[in-house]
């Protein structure tokens, strides 16, 4: 993109793109041949009906759930932190996903479990609320921390979380609400994943968006002068943000700190360029979530861990270090 | 032309700019000058439409800046604020080159990178353009966004104290720049300034600013003058005429409210 001199840093995003590109390609051939019922590639050859079957029914969507919601969380989270300017704003601090599990709740009360429409519908528009309102509390409050801000949405989830909780208990639906507050890819069969193209989709429109998404990250002043309409971009922004995780919750619950941890590192390394940046996150979003279902399908085999338990240890181990990083990295400077 | 008529900003019962009436002609440098809180960064941003008025209305070559289109503007005018310390980690390079975003879209074109480079040379920042902003000096930050509203390669450019973190070489540097923006490239360049011998020799025409009002509008020759500055700053300035025009001799001066020299009255407060 860009003519003048251009040593590390600008070429950066295509090698951790190739290298990045190269490991995920690995991992999902491992993805693919891990699982109770062993599957090698001597098999397939071999013409074995029944495990081509189970590669087809059960792997490949597997495999294509993971890698669409873990890119698009890892880009939701990405375009949130860059509009909010705070590098701890994702999903999972700002009440998004919480509302959106709120939304499926109210859907399930009202339309039954089985309308998944509905359950999609009243989810988006939960997590949209939710966002909206988190934001509006940041800005009427006038918190500018950059750890109070995340601190105040994660209180924020908290609250939306417990009165989600209460709900589902009176309604004696607690069990229901725990496949949608922890990511699970076990039940992720052929005709029940094919949702999350549509955040595929996103992923994609917001690749379409990313200069805009970079200049309404410098904030509005910056915005305005280059003629980008501040407002506009940020509710356009969040309201890709809020579909996503929304339709994560719908098809395999939520996933913890992805959003987060993601972009942390991503933008450490290649820069706060969406365009350069946006693809790197969407690859790392893939490749941190397959890792994790490997090892939620291998730590206790041959029974599987959630991987959203998963996801939340390392995730969470993750999110510690950078803050101390973040408060030592503030000293130095 | 920029034509401010009648612009007014309230904050509550504070009316911090009052009623300003100012023409500004195509082309040349016009400083912006007046002490802390006299009104001129809120004017300034006002005409670069980051923020809107109570009252008044500013156009732009015909455009209202209120109502025209974002990105058409952009192409028009460009506008940087006082402070600028921002923690994207973007590099010199990629930012300079977003003063591109309204005439590309994002897409650059070869004429697009001609003033991406040409800006990145004119303020010094070859060294650095690979370079993150956050690991940046103040100074060398403050230039890179110099460089990315020249890319912008707008008719009218607004600067809100561009000096205010450059060493004296590059303030110089900077200056010259502004001045071949205007000479060269036939820009018209509206900057605040606080250093009034810098105006002088810089602009084409000074602007005073007092308690929200333009108090002084002329040559610098007209405006550095004892009287005008006492005016406007409430200071006795003495000025004297060199070869390369007045200056004022802003150091080792005295109070004109009640009369006493600066050092005698902080002295009471021994
Ligand atoms: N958001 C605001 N709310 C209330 N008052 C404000 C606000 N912004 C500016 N002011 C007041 O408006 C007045 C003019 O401010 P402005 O920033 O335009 O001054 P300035 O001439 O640029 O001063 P300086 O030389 O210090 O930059 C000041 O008294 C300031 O306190
Ligand atoms: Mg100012």
Redesign the interface.
């Known amino acids: 993109?860009?003519?003048?001199?251009?040593?590390?840093?600008?070429g950066a995003d295509r090698r951790y793109l190739a290298i990045g590109a190269l490991v995920l390609l690995g991992a999902a051939a491992v993805s693919l041949f891990v699982g109770v019922s062993g599957i090698s590639p001597a098999d397939l050859l071999a013409g074995d009906a029944q495990k081509r079957a189970v590669l087809l029914e059960s792997r490949i969507p597997r495999l294509a759930a993971i890698v669409l919601a873990g890119s698009a969380m890892g880009v939701a989270g990405l375009i949130m932190q860059g509009l909010t300017?705070n590098r701890f704003v994702a999903p999972s601090t700002a009440g998004t996903i919480e509302s959106a599990t709120f939304g499926v709740l109210v859907a399930t009360l009202w339309f039954g479990s089985g309308s998944v429409f509905a359950k999609m519908t009243l989810a988006v528009l939960f997590a949209l609320v939710g966002t909206a309102i988190f934001l509006a509390l940041v800005e009427r409050l006038r918190f500018s921390d950059i750890i109070v801000v995340p601190l105040v949405g994660i209180m924020f989830g908290a609250v939306v979380g417990a009165a989600t909780m209460f709900f589902a208990f009176r309604a004696d639906l607690l069990q229901t609400l725990s496949a949608w507050t922890t990511a699970d890819f076990s039940g992720t069969l052929r005709g029940r994943y094919e949702l999350l193209w549509l955040v595929g989709g996103l992923t994609v429109l917001a690749y379409r968006y990313?200069?805009r998404f970079?200049?309404a990250?410098?904030?509005?002043?910056?915005a305005?002068?280059?003629?980008?309409?501040h407002r506009r971009t940020v509710t356009l922004g969040l309201a890709l943000v809020a579909a996503v995780s929304a339709v994560v919750v719908v098809v395999v619950g939520a996933i913890p700190f992805l959003g987060l941890v993601a972009p942390n590192i991503t933008?450490?390394l290649v820069?706060?360029?969406m365009?350069r940046v946006l693809p790197v996150t969407a690859l790392s979003g893939a490749l941190f979530l397959l890792v994790c279902d490997i090892l939620s399908r291998t730590i206790r085999y041959p029974f599987e861990v959630p991987v959203g338990t998963v996801v939340g240890v390392l995730g969470g181990a993750v999110f510690v270090f950078l803050i101390f990083r973040s408060r030592f990295g503030a000293a130095a400077a | 032309m920029i034509d401010i008529d009648g612009i007014t900003k309230r904050y509550g019962k504070a009316t911090v700019v009052d009623r300003v009436n100012l023409q500004i002609p195509r082309g040349g440098v016009v400083s912006l000058i007046g002490a802390n809180g006299a009104g001129k960064s809120t004017l300034l941003s006002m005409v670069?439409?980051?923020l809107e008025p109570c009252d008044g209305r500013i156009t732009v070559d015909g455009h209202d800046v209120q109502a025209t289109?974002?990105?058409?503007?952009?192409?028009r005018l460009?506008?940087?604020?006082q402070e600028n310390h921002?923690?994207?980690?973007?590099?010199v390079?990629?930012l300079v080159?977003?003063?591109r975003?309204?005439h590309s879209?994002?897409r650059?074109s070869t004429r697009d990178?001609d003033h991406?480079?040409r800006a990145?040379a004119h303020l010094d920042l070859?060294p650095m353009?690979?370079?993150?902003l956050d690991q940046l000096s103040g100074g060398q930050r403050q230039r890179a966004f110099i460089a990315m509203?020249l890319a912008?390669d707008t008719d009218y450019v607004l600067l809100d104290e561009p000096l205010n973190t450059l060493d004296m070489r590059h303030a110089a540097q900077t200056m010259d720049t502004i001045r071949r923006m205007a000479d060269d490239l036939d820009k018209t360049v509206v900057v605040v300034l606080h250093d009034v011998n810098v105006a002088a020799h810089h602009s084409d025409r000074i602007v005073a600013m007092k308690h929200g009002r333009v108090v002084a509008d002329g040559s610098p020759s007209e405006v550095v003058d004892r009287d005008v500055l006492r005016h406007v700053f409430d200071l006795d300035v003495p000025v004297s005429h060199t070869d390369a025009g007045p200056v004022a001799m802003h150091f080792g001066r005295a109070c004109t409210s009640g009369d006493a020299p600066l050092a005698s009255r902080t002295g009471e407060f021994r």
């Open positions: 993109m860009i003519t003048v001199a251009r040593p590390a840093p600008q300017q990313a200069d970079t200049v990250g410098m904030g509005r002043d910056h305005v002068n280059l003629g980008v309409d933008t450490l820069g706060d360029n365009r | 670069g439409r980051l289109p974002g990105p058409e503007l952009a192409r460009s506008v940087l604020r921002l923690p994207v980690r973007l590099a390079g990629e080159a977003f003063g975003f309204p879209g994002g650059l990178h991406i480079d990145i070859g353009a690979h370079r993150r509203v912008q």
